[in-house]
């Protein structure tokens, strides 16, 4: 007889966690997403002055990818734009890192996260298009609140959000070092050397 314990886990829905930038895609999205520089003089000059004081090392990458999000989101548009964004991210991806991971994808007993770094303002609609669901840096337009989603914060999240008793942490790929403890919790994980390798 099959115990208790072995249904639940059977039942379970199992996560599969993927990285977007140097992963999915070959490049980093964010980095073009800076210097989309939206039609709006304004919103061009106080980005060009983020990335000119993060170069400089005035401020870090947590508080300029902060003031980039808030600067762009000035800009005229600016869902319309990240709409075509995300369209064109879609079409750069990599058909064979997309084509590996429907190898761990079961229907409804599977769910996709694309997890990345980058804004939620065009990782939400890529994750929409894939029928996919996301963890992704994150700012409130109301309440201000402002969440990096790097390192050891991805791990808070996903947990938050997935709770290991209820959900298999499956497969996880990224090329990202700061990952390096995050794909410690799946069953089965990638990393820069696989990316590469199915790559050349």
Not at 33 to 41: A, C, E, K, S, T
Not at 89 to 105: A, E, G, P, T, V
Request: proline letters at 2%.
């Amino acid at each position: 007889m099959v115990s208790l314990v072995m249904k639940l886990e059977i039942n379970k829905i199992k996560i599969n966690l993927i990285d977007l930038d140097n992963t999915l895609l070959p490049y980093d999205s964010f980095r073009k997403y800076v210097y989309l520089l939206p039609g709006n003089i304004f919103v061009s000059i106080m980005t060009l002055l983020w990335g000119f004081l993060r170069r400089l090392r005035i401020i870090d990458s947590f508080l300029f990818k902060k003031y980039v999000i808030i600067n762009h989101r000035k800009a005229k548009n600016y869902r319309k734009l990240m709409r075509h964004y995300s369209i064109s991210l879609i079409k750069d991806m990599r058909s064979s890192i997309l084509k590996h991971i429907q190898n761990y994808s079961n229907g409804d007993h599977t769910i996709n996260v694309l997890c990345s770094a980058s804004p939620e303002d065009y990782i939400r609609l890529i994750a929409e298009e894939l029928n996919w669901e996301f963890l992704a840096t994150s700012l409130d337009s109301k309440t201000k609140e402002y969440i990096h989603m790097y390192g050891e914060i991805k791990i808070i999240h996903l947990m938050k959000k997935y709770p290991p008793e209820k959900f298999i942490y499956q497969y996880a790929i990224s090329d990202s070092l700061s990952d390096a403890q995050l794909l410690t919790l799946f069953l089965e994980s990638d990393g820069e050397e696989f990316i590469l390798k199915v790559n050349k």
